[in-house]
């Protein structure tokens, strides 16, 4: 079945210490996005991209930054974690039409649950 | 910014009751879906209202749409215990390409 797999299902990392979360899709969406979601609260949306195209969110520190190597795999690189960076973090993705992605539903991977020791 | 507010924050409900959860949101929006999110999940697809529509169907599940008060509400009937879950309101805003996802609703339905 076509699918977003996350791995590894969780991570612990070290205070500081870089952490690399990765998100594959077999689904050839065009769009790909990365989400963090705290306990009992709504994912809220850290970038996208849209093919090759890189779109940050205004409010998404600088110590989060992503790669998308070609159209299949996405990375989430944390250079230097901190303890509010602990989180679950949501890969999506969706196939963009002549409208834009508008009317296109995600299609989440499991996530990875991230945390700070 | 988080657009969608739920009401309520938590349900709880016995197998068999209907359920119905509500989002409220702010600016203009091009259509609204619904998701389910079971603990320690991702988020699955639902459904998907457009803003020229007012009500839509799938299985057990009724959402209507009301763009005049910028709501819309999510109905799911003869509830069971595997709809246990959150769900989530996540708008499709003008001008913006991503999703903004309400705050949620946890449902709990009790066997």
């Known amino acids: 079945d076509a699918m977003v797999i996350q791995n590894p299902r969780y991570q612990v990392t070290q205070f500081g210490k870089p952490v690399t979360l990765s998100c594959s899709q077999t689904?050839?969406?065009?769009?790909m996005y990365w989400y963090q979601q705290k306990s009992s609260q709504a994912p809220k949306l850290l970038f996208h991209?849209?093919?090759?195209?890189?779109?940050n969110e205004a409010d998404t520190p600088d110590n989060f930054q992503s790669r998308r190597p070609n159209t299949s795999f996405c990375f989430l690189d944390i250079r230097s974690p901190g303890l509010g960076d602990a989180a679950m973090y949501l890969c999506?993705?969706?196939?963009?039409?002549?409208?834009?992605?508008?009317?296109?539903?995600?299609?989440f991977g499991d996530g990875t649950r991230l945390s700070i020791l | 910014s988080q657009q969608g507010e739920e009401d309520p924050q938590a349900l709880s409900i016995q197998e068999g009751e209907n359920a119905t959860m509500n989002c409220s949101y702010k600016t203009s929006i091009n259509n609204l879906q619904w998701y389910r999110q079971n603990s320690g999940r991702g988020l699955v697809h639902l459904i998907l209202i457009r803003s020229n529509e007012r009500e839509k169907h799938s299985g057990r599940l009724r959402v209507t749409l009301d763009t005049s008060k910028k709501s819309s509400s999510l109905l799911i009937t003869a509830s069971r215990a595997a709809d246990t879950a959150s769900y989530f309101c996540?708008?499709?805003?003008?001008?913006?390409?991503?999703?903004?996802f309400g705050s949620g609703t946890r449902l709990q339905v009790q066997p």
């Open positions: 996540a708008t499709d805003e003008t001008g913006r390409r991503a999703l903004t």
């Open positions: 991209y849209y093919d090759k195209d890189f779109n």
């Open positions: 999506a993705t969706s196939r963009d039409t002549l409208q834009g992605a508008r009317g296109q539903p995600q299609h």
């Open positions: 689904l050839n969406h065009n769009v």
